[in-house]
């Protein structure tokens, strides 16, 4: 494909250049937010102008650990409400994307881009996730601004204020 039909680049496929080029600029970050992803591909103007279905498809599209509706593609994951990160061989993927496309095909993506398909197989795709601790321990803590000035004792007295004995 020439620099001049770059124009026939699939969305799903600028989606996950866009989040190779954050997270190559960026190594340090472990996600991004979909504003972030969707102002990049503004920045970076790869089709003469803003595509709406970046936005859509790193939202739901592409995002390989939500329900299918109806893009199956896995190329990136949802890290949580509005953040996302490239999907890597071995995360959490709903079963019904088991088919889907992880990667873009070096023909369809311009020459420019290439390189990025290697620079995932060689520094991203085996990186370990900084906050790699299991997703049920990652919730502790949560909800402790809930019960900062509230003493454990006096709560449980409310509770059982009224209580026959």
């Not at 494909?1 to 989606?15: P, R, W």
């Not at 939202?59 to 893009?71: D, I, K, M, R, S």
């Not at 959490?92 to 398909?117: F, M, N």
Request: aromatic residues 8%.
């Amino acid at each position: 494909m020439s620099e001049t039909t770059a124009t026939l680049i699939k969305v799903a496929d600028e989606t996950w250049i866009i989040t190779a080029l954050l997270h190559r600029e960026n190594p340090e970050r472990e996600d991004f937010t979909i504003s972030e992803i969707v102002e990049r591909a503004a920045k970076e103007n790869m089709n003469g102008s803003l595509r709406p279905g970046v936005r859509i498809h790193a939202t739901l599209h592409a995002v390989a650990n939500l329900p299918p509706n109806p893009g199956r593609y896995r190329m990136l994951l949802s890290t949580g409400r509005s953040t996302r990160r490239l999907f890597r061989p071995g995360d959490p993927y709903d079963p019904a994307r088991e088919r889907g496309k992880t990667v873009p095909e070096p023909q369809q993506i311009p020459a420019r881009y290439r390189d990025l398909l290697e620079w995932y197989k060689s520094a991203y795709q085996d990186r370990k996730p900084t906050n790699s601790q299991d997703s049920i321990l990652s919730m502790r803590g949560l909800g402790r601004d809930l019960w900062v000035n509230e003493d454990p004792d006096d709560y449980v007295r409310k509770l059982r204020k009224g209580w026959d004995r």
